[in-house]
């Protein structure tokens, strides 16, 4: 960023005493906060972070330094404030999945091409564009979701919304923008699979596997003297019991 550009040390003095008032108006909403799910509360937050970031950004644009704040992203809805008892229920979904084997994919799709009549024409399949078209015009989106290994796709992040309405919508009323008029404050619940979530189990893991395995192997050193003390042992003594060892003496 240019000199020209920088915000003033009035801007980033601003930007602080607009963080300090958030911060105040987040605590009196929490003081008098009626429930769980309060809506103040929710705004009251909204704001202090979005303040704190206007002033984490000003704050290393004239002086090249950070706070130590971190600003949590949009992972969690605003509170419901749809119908108690919902009359009609719209389910939102998305998934998403690579491309991982394209020979694959169409391998499939000829299969589905040459078992079916009504099939568009010949070649469809010979594309990754008409494969698709041609798997996802036979499968349930769910039945792909279960065997997309098998038709060479990878599995991404999904999403699954379960919105409340007030009453089940007109045929073909929303099919031009389906996903257009969502209300986040009418979902009722939703389920988010991503790898991001499997990352942050596996953290720590590894070095908790290295230690038991270290300890392991220092244990199985220790052990072993005893194991051949053992053996020695056990093999002395049958010698002795069925004559073999007088015999060994009289063979040297």
């Not at 963080?19 to 103040?40: F, I, Q």
């Not at 798997?135 to 039945?143: A, I, K, T, V």
């Not at 720590?204 to 052990?223: H, I, R």
Request: charged share 40%; net charge negative.
């Amino acid at each position: 960023m240019s000199d020209a550009a920088q915000p003033t040390a009035a801007e980033v003095r601003a930007a602080a005493e607009a963080v300090k008032t958030a911060l105040d108006r987040h605590l009196a909403a929490v003081e008098r906060r009626s429930g769980e799910e309060d809506p103040a509360v929710y705004d009251a937050f909204n704001e202090l972070a979005a303040a704190a970031e206007a002033y984490d950004e000003l704050l290393y644009d004239r002086y090249d330094e950070v706070t130590p704040f971190e600003i949590p992203g949009e992972d969690t809805l605003p509170p419901y404030t749809g119908p108690e008892e919902p009359s009609a229920l719209s389910v939102l979904i998305r998934r998403d999945y690579a491309v991982a084997e394209p020979q694959r994919l169409m391998a499939q799709a000829r299969r589905v091409e040459a078992a079916d009549e009504d099939a568009p024409g010949a070649g469809a399949s010979g594309t990754v564009h008409g494969a698709l078209g041609l798997l996802f015009g036979e499968f349930e989106p769910d039945e792909i979701a279960s065997r997309h290994k098998e038709f060479g796709l990878e599995e991404g992040d999904s999403t699954l919304w379960v919105t409340a309405a007030d009453e089940s919508a007109e045929p073909g009323e929303w099919l031009e923008a389906p996903f257009e008029q969502v209300d986040p404050e009418r979902v009722v619940c939703r389920f988010d699979v991503s790898a991001v979530f499997d990352e942050e189990f596996d953290d720590g893991g590894d070095d908790e596997d290295d230690e038991d395995d270290e300890d392991e192997g220092e244990d199985g050193e220790a052990d072993l003297p005893d194991l051949d003390e053992d053996l020695d042992t056990d093999l002395d003594t049958d010698l002795d019991e069925d004559g073999e060892s007088a015999r060994l003496e009289a063979d040297r």
